[in-house]
Nanobody, 124 residues
Framework: QVQLVESGGGLVQAGGSLRLSCAASGRSFSSVAMGWFRQAPGKEREFVATISYRGGTTYYADSVKGRFTISRDNAKNTVYLQMNSLKPEDTAVYYC?????????????????WGQGTQVTVSS
């Protein structure tokens, strides 16, 4: 059974930075792609970023490209999301997800396991 635990969320002013972490246990972390998604109040959950199993390939939503960076440490079974130049529209619950594929994935249906989410609030 895979467990994903996010941390690092909080309240930050616009223009600030946060680093989210997602610690994984269970199925071999280093053999599958990982992703971050987010859900703002009243909106559907949306893709944010994904990283391939070795970390060599990443892909971002247009709304965060150039501001967010996804990375992973397979020795620590952890994936990160560095968020810079935060905007109020980045306010959401952020979810970590583990895919069953090795390559980067954008669709929620390509992910088998999800964390409980961590709240990120950006004040203007």
């Amino acid at each position: 059974q895979v467990q994903l635990v996010e941390s690092g969320g909080g309240l930050v002013q616009a223009g600030g930075s946060l680093r989210l972490s997602c610690a994984a246990s269970g199925r071999s972390f280093s053999s599958v792609a990982m992703g971050w998604f987010r859900q703002a109040p009243g909106k559907e959950r949306e893709f944010v970023a994904t990283i391939s199993y070795r970390g060599g390939t990443t892909y971002y939503a247009d709304s965060v490209k150039g501001r967010f960076t996804i990375s992973r440490d397979n020795a620590k079974n952890t994936v990160y999301l560095q968020m810079n130049s935060l905007k109020p529209e980045d306010t959401a619950v952020y979810y970590c997800a583990q895919s069953r594929y090795t390559s980067t994935r954008l669709r929620e249906s390509d992910y088998d396991y999800w964390g409980q989410g961590t709240q990120v609030t950006v004040s203007s």
